[in-house]
């Protein structure tokens, strides 16, 4: 498993994965890996050739109130459990590889998705979960992204978000 922080880095080995007519499963996280997120390795694997996993806690989906510093990190413990998985890369940019204007310009919206439920109660919480989201699926240029079904909401509004949008990607 190859581990890359520079989004050059990135674009290199997907090139060439492209270049060799090899398709890509993506899986993105925000790290403090478990079964759930293993089990969507396994089946990012029987999907495509190459996987890649992230680990980015984006600032972009932690309202004022909610503690982006304190979000539990253990970059080691990750690396170890997927280090027994098939993945071929560890996507892990810093804040300002993702964000490189210092502060954001351009959201996405999911009008509707964003402020129901969930999103009632964590103002702009959605909207940060696009936006980075959009931001990957860009990095990445994967043929699959698959998400757990536990967070049911993200799932849905980020399937919305591909279709309305005519993303190239389908969601597992
Ligand atoms: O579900 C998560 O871990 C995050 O919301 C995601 C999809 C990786 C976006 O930051």
Redesign the pocket.
């Known amino acids: 498993m190859k581990v890359v922080a520079d989004t050059r880095l990135l674009r290199n080995e997907i090139d060439h994965w492209r270049k060799n007519g090899e398709t890509i499963a993506f899986v ?3 790290g403090q890996l478990h079964e759930g997120h293993l089990s969507l390795v396994r089946v990012a694997n029987e999907r495509a050739q190459r996987c890649v996993v ?1 680990i ?3 600032p972009a ?1 932690f309202g004022p109130q909610e503690d982006f510093a304190a979000y539990p990190r253990n970059p080691t413990l990750d690396r170890e459990k997927l280090a027994g998985t098939s993945v071929d890369l560890l996507f892990v940019p810093e804040v300002s590889s993702i964000y490189p204007q210092g502060k954001m310009r351009t959201y996405v919206e999911v009008p509707g998705l964003t402020t129901i439920l969930c999103g009632q109660f964590r103002k702009g919480h959605f909207r ?2 696009a936006t ?2 959009q931001i ?1 699926f860009n990095l990445v240029q994967a043929d699959f992204a698959l ?2 079904e536990k ?1 049911y909401q ?1 799932l849905l509004l ?1 399937k919305h978000m591909v279709s309305d949008l005519a993303l190239p990607i389908k969601i597992l």
């Open positions: 993105p996280t925000m992230s980015f806690v984006n989906q940060g979960v980075v989201v990957l998400f757990g967070d993200q980020i």
